[in-house]
């Protein structure tokens, strides 16, 4: 699946602390995504980005930042979780072709 | 906004019988993804469409991108349990770094 990881796959936090997921991809791709799931919304967009240090906001922004060092890691940092905030979270890549997509396997967070 | 709406929400087929989804935007696509999602998965990638009144095929899947690049489908024949899951499509637009994806159909299938 595209060399993608997610870490952690689980976590239970509480309200107002601080979380940060992380998105591991090993084949140097340029375009990477956060997204979140919740039923009956599909995939949201959160934040992009198109290159180390670029990054765009996506539809569901608000509480979220991210942060892209590295080619291969891109991170989704909480600042204070709240539990609107409970969701399954997918990074994903952008293949070489044209737009399409490869996800990694998830992050199940659940803010209490 | 740019929006993606996609229909039905849900459907139940007898294993058998065929399936389609369908995805419509307000404004021209640059191109549509398709995605597959299994119960506790990840969205996987199917096929991307770019060409207005583009028509693909895998198996039994059928994709079709309308020739005003506002809509595609997905239709399954003689669905299997093998199909079960959610169907996605995500549309892009010019000059987007990103797509919009629909809401999903979930597809149930009774052996």
């Not at chain 1, 084949?27 to 995504?33: K, V």
């Not at chain 2, 959610?86 to 299938?109: E, M």
Request: charged letters at 20%; proline letters at 4%.
């Amino acid at each position: 699946d595209a060399g993608i990881t997610q870490s952690p796959r689980h976590k239970v936090t509480e309200t107002g602390t601080p979380v940060t997921l992380r998105c591991h991809q090993t084949e140097n791709h340029r375009y990477m995504y956060w997204y979140r799931q919740d039923p009956g919304h599909g995939l949201r967009l959160i934040h992009y980005s198109y290159g180390v240090k670029d990054t765009d906001k996506g539809e569901v922004s608000d509480g979220y930042s991210v942060s892209r060092s590295k080619t291969e890691d891109f991170l989704l940092t909480l600042e204070s979780a709240t539990s609107s905030q409970t969701s399954v979270y997918f990074c994903a890549i952008r293949g070489t072709g044209e737009y399409e997509q490869y996800f990694g396997p998830g992050t199940r967070l659940t803010v209490t | 906004g740019q929006q993606v709406m996609q229909i039905p929400q849900y459907q139940h087929v007898q294993e058998g019988e065929d399936f389609t989804t369908y995805c419509n935007s307000s404004t021209t696509l640059s191109n549509i993804q398709w995605y597959k999602q299994r119960p506790g998965g990840h969205p996987v990638f199917l096929i991307q469409l770019v060409k207005s009144g583009e028509v693909k095929k895998q198996k039994r899947l059928t994709f079709q991108f309308g020739e005003a690049k506002k809509n595609s489908s997905l239709h399954i024949t003689a669905t299997q349990t093998t199909d079960v899951g959610t169907y996605f499509c995500a549309g892009t637009y010019t000059n987007a770094g990103k797509s919009t994806f629909g809401d999903g159909t979930t597809l149930t299938v009774k052996p």
